[in-house]
């Protein structure tokens, strides 16, 4: 079983900063790839950034240059920094992890931003 859960989501203004935190049950070096994911209401999930045990990472595009996704091993948490906020990025965030063919999700944390 994993459980994973992410904190420190909020309101910010557009240009602000944010890091959210997901902090796992069990050691992430047991999990291939951790990701976190974003959903607007009326919109579709998406991948905003992934991190595999290696540390290679995967951004969208509309994130690139403004988000940075990292790993603490010793704490089992992974990060998402945001930098940069526009309106746009304002999505429930949950993170994203798997266990052999097993896929778990976090119960999200809202970030909005406002313009």
């Known amino acids: 079983q994993v459980q994973l859960v992410e904190s420190g989501g909020g309101l910010v203004q557009a240009g602000g900063s944010l890091r959210l935190s997901c902090a796992a049950s069990i050691s992430i070096n047991r999990l291939n790839t951790m990701a976190w994911y974003r959903q607007a209401p009326g919109k579709q999930r998406d991948l905003v950034a992934a991190?595999?045990?290696?540390?290679?990472?995967n951004y969208a595009d509309s994130v690139k240059g403004r988000f940075a996704i990292s790993r603490d091993n010793a704490k089992d948490t992974v990060y998402l920094q945001m930098n940069s906020l526009k309106p746009e990025d304002t999505a429930v965030y949950h993170c994203?992890?798997?266990?052999?063919?097993?896929?778990?999700w976090g119960q999200g944390t809202q970030v909005t931003v406002s313009s």
């Open positions: 994203y992890s798997r266990l052999g063919y097993v896929a778990y």
């Open positions: 991190i595999t045990s290696g540390g290679s990472t």
